[in-house]
């Protein structure tokens, strides 16, 4: 199994920038991608970016695309979420998330993709 730890979560006020982090431990050598997810009160978990470990290809969710930008260090196994010009909107308990399916094809993530997940960073948006 794998462990996910994301840190970085914070109060900001609109305009204004974070970076999220998540730390990988345990069986680490399983992860095909890692992803970041949201949840906002009162609404369905959403995807947010996604990277690709083989390849690095990257992938984004419609609302953050420009702003939000996915990175992964291999060797430290971490994966950041660097979030610029944030909204309001933006607020939402952010997820870390690993696909450990190395056999698995998939074109553009899903929630049901990503096998382990982290307990969550708030990320609160102010006027």
């Known amino acids: 199994q794998v462990r996910l730890v994301e840190s970085g979560g914070g109060l900001v006020q609109a305009g204004g920038s974070l970076r999220l982090s998540c730390a990988a431990s345990?069986?680490?050598?399983?992860?095909?991608?890692m992803g970041w997810f949201r949840q906002a009160p009162g609404k369905e978990r959403e995807f947010v970016a996604a990277?690709?470990?083989?390849?690095?290809?990257?992938y984004y969710g419609d609302s953050v695309k420009g702003r939000f930008a996915i990175s992964r260090d291999n060797v430290k196994n971490m994966v950041y979420l660097q979030m610029n010009s944030l909204k309001l909107e933006d607020t939402a308990v952010y997820y870390c998330?690993?696909?450990?399916?190395?056999?698995?094809?998939?074109?553009?993530?899903?929630?049901?993709?990503?096998?382990?997940w982290g307990q969550g960073t708030q990320v609160t948006v102010s006027s």
């Open positions: 998330a690993a696909d450990l399916n190395p056999t698995r094809v998939w074109v553009f993530p899903k929630e049901a993709y990503f096998d382990s």
């Open positions: 990277v690709k470990r083989s390849t690095s290809s990257t």
């Open positions: 345990g069986r680490t050598f399983s992860m095909s991608a």
